[in-house]
């Protein structure tokens, strides 16, 4: 994969008038708004048991995603294109030992058979254009030992970075899908007792006030994002 890697080729006069409303300023010491970042975790825990499929015999699987996607836009073609300039993907994974020693072979088959080649950096670096994977394995991962965190008995963690040439990302940056896991688990929310309307006008004692139907939706209705 080549970068910039275009996501729309041609973009309207419409189009590029509401990236540079929207997405093209820095949000003052703030993520800026043409970085798309994501977080996403699942760990089997007893308080989860039902989804996670806990079980007091073998229980402490764990998968932790965090990803950064920058966009911009490339006016070097006789079209404004929205271009995908830099990516960074993290995935962490904790298992029996046995689970994890399959994965990594599988992961280099993978990587093998989408023609990326490997480097001479270290043992588990492979490049294919612009990308750059990096492939650990963990007896017992750093972010455990940070937080002082018990890997269950017979349980290893392979970790996959996959970004961009030259993509750099600050520690705390690199600390936060392990922030958010550090905070526990998530609590579901109690349905509470909602008034059910025949029409809109109690709203009106509310005014003035912002209404998010969707991101994309409310963008061309002219609401900034979130």
């Known amino acids: 994969m080549l970068l910039p ?22 949000a003052g010491g703030q993520r800026r708004p043409a970085v798309e970042e994501g977080i996403w975790r699942r760990t089997q825990d007893p308080a989860n048991a039902e989804q996670s499929g806990w079980s007091e015999d073998e229980s402490g699987r764990r998968r932790v995603v965090h990803y950064r996607l920058h966009y911009g836009l490339d006016r070097t073609q006789p079209m404004e294109r929205l271009v995908l300039e830099e990516l960074y993907l993290y995935v962490s994974w904790l298992a029996p030992a046995a689970e994890i020693a399959d994965h990594r072979r599988e992961l280099d088959q993978w990587l093998a058979a989408g023609r990326w080649r490997p480097t001479s950096d270290q043992d588990g670096a492979w490049r294919r254009g612009d990308l750059h994977v990096t492939i650990t394995e963990h007896a017992v991962h750093p972010q455990d030992e940070r937080a002082d965190r018990e890997t269950p008995d017979g349980f290893t963690s392979i970790d996959v970075t996959i970004q961009s040439e ?24 109690q349905r509470g007792t909602p008034t059910y309307a025949d029409d809109l006008s109690g709203l009106l004692g509310h005014l003035p006030f912002v209404v998010e139907a969707g991101c994309g939706t409310s963008i061309e209705a002219g609401i900034p994002p979130l």
Not at 5 to 26: C, G, K, Y
């Open 166 to 189: 030259g993509y750099t990302l600050t520690r705390a940056a690199r600390n936060l899908p392990w922030d958010v896991l550090a905070g526990g688990m998530r609590v579901k929310e």
């Open 5 to 26: 890697h275009p996501v729309i080729d041609s973009l309207t006069p419409a189009q590029v008038r509401v990236w540079e409303e929207n997405f093209a300023p820095e």
